[in-house]
């Protein structure tokens, strides 16, 4: 990469984690940049909104860290670890009437014994996963664990979550986020032993009050050269040059985005970009936060979430904010969230308000997870673009499309700009890095 200036034109786009810490580390290098964001806030998906008596995020944020110690080590943020709290995860499957344990392959012993019979039975006949690089995700999940656990828990939820056949997955889609085929945890699980192995989020970070939102805000502090309400709707990349919605026009020598990278290449004025862009695949996620009058019932008091697969289900889980920090709603309140998945495709036909939310609240008072009389307020959060999908092209499109990019000097970070499935954490180091590999040496 050639030197550039001190003069050199640098926008960011987006305002999210990963757009805040890009401009923070280009600050640290003696740059200034132009921030471009399309809400009328900062935070992207990592927001926080209070109504009345209750504290909601855009649906389950939780800081799981692996190369930072502490929230105080994240860059930029400026974060007191005496704000925050360090939880070990309680989520659990709901599964024959029951609340299983998660990971459910390392708990089979707490099954029904008709049900652990079936698991077990079909677990030792499972076919052997021979090393091809045209097994599906389907394929990897059957022969892992067997069929019957297949149908019954793994399957199901991974495409009400994904909203997409697993038959259109790569193996890629596993990876460290997707419990393995461990033998000796499954078989421990067996015989009703508890595992022993560390998941990426077997514990998390969350502040004691105020909600993720808290992480946006330490992000952002000091920034200056912030546009908000600039959604950008062309960009010509042989002048570098974008409009936004606004009908302002900017240059750039270097631009940082973080907006998913299937809405930019949409957004080019070159026609293999545009096609590229359009074969990249993802699911929405719709969720109903939901405020309660009252305490949760008692089977769920220190419950996080739980994994939904039941087909006649609407969502694919139900978390509990208020168990994850007591300061999320005043005293004698409840704060959960519902999500559904939807293929993106089908977003705009669909009549949340109408169609979906009565179906959300009639199945949870049919299960007797809540009351209907007892909510306060619902809040529907949209997030178009929540799981991007690892199909078997998704490497070699994603590839392609960023060569072109860096040749125009584009950078995508972040879990949607590099369009992977990355935790906060790993979006805030994507900026950081990219960002010193580009400017480094200026």
């Not at 907006?259 to 719709?286: F, V, W, Y």
Request: charged share 20%.
């Amino acid at each position: 990469m050639t030197p550039m200036s001190l003069a050199t034109k640098i926008i960011v786009l987006g305002g999210g984690i990963s757009g805040l810490t890009a401009a923070r580390a280009i600050r640290e290098f003696g740059h200034q940049c132009l921030l471009l964001e399309e809400c009328p806030s900062l935070g992207g998906l990592t927001r926080t909104v209070e109504v009345a008596d209750f504290c909601f995020d855009y649906t389950g944020h939780f800081l799981h860290l692996s190369r930072y110690n502490t929230p105080e080590e994240i860059p930029y943020a400026g974060l007191n670890n005496n704000a925050w709290q360090r939880i070990s995860r309680h989520s659990v499957c709901f599964v024959a009437g029951r609340l299983i344990p998660a990971p459910i392959q390392y708990n089979l012993g707490q099954l029904p014994p008709e049900v652990l019979n079936q698991c077990v039975k079909s677990y030792e006949a499972r076919p052997r996963l021979a090393d091809s690089d045209h097994f599906t995700f389907r394929d990897y999940i059957i022969h892992g664990f067997g069929q019957y656990l297949a149908d019954l828990f793994l399957i199901p939820q991974n495409e009400k979550t994904m909203a997409i056949s697993l038959d259109h997955l790569s193996t890629q889609a596993v990876k460290r986020f997707f419990p393995p085929p461990n033998e000796a945890l499954v078989r421990t699980g067996i015989r009703g032993g508890l595992p022993t192995a560390s998941e990426y989020n077997s514990s998390f970070w969350y502040p004691k009050t105020g909600g993720i939102g808290t992480l946006v805000r330490g992000l952002g502090a000091g920034l200056n050269n912030v546009r908000t309400n600039q959604p950008v709707t062309a960009i010509d990349l042989g002048t570098r040059t974008l409009q936004t919605g606004t009908g302002e026009n900017f240059g750039w020598d270097c631009l940082f985005s973080s907006i998913p990278l299937k809405l930019l290449c949409q957004m080019t004025n070159e026609p293999d970009l545009r096609a590229m862009g359009n074969e990249l695949s993802h699911s929405s996620t719709i969720v109903f936060n939901i405020g309660l009058q009252g305490l949760l019932r008692p089977e769920f008091e220190d419950v996080h979430w739980i994994y939904v697969p039941d087909r006649s289900i609407p969502f694919y889980r139900v978390g509990f904010y208020s168990n994850i920090s007591k300061r999320t709603c005043t005293p004698g309140r409840s704060a959960i969230y519902v999500e559904v998945g939807v293929p993106s495709g089908q977003l705009r036909a669909i009549d949340i308000v109408k169609e979906v939310q009565p179906r959300v609240i009639a199945s949870l008072e049919h299960l007797g997870w809540l009351e209907s009389r007892t909510i306060r307020c619902v809040v529907i959060h949209i997030i178009r673009h929540a799981y991007v999908h690892h199909t078997a092209g998704r490497e070699r499109l994603v590839a392609a499309v960023v060569e072109r990019l860096h040749e125009c000097g584009v950078y995508p970070i972040g879990r949607y700009g590099l369009w992977d499935y990355t935790s906060m954490e790993d979006s805030i180091v994507s900026a950081q890095t990219t960002v010193r590999e580009v400017l480094d040496g200026i």
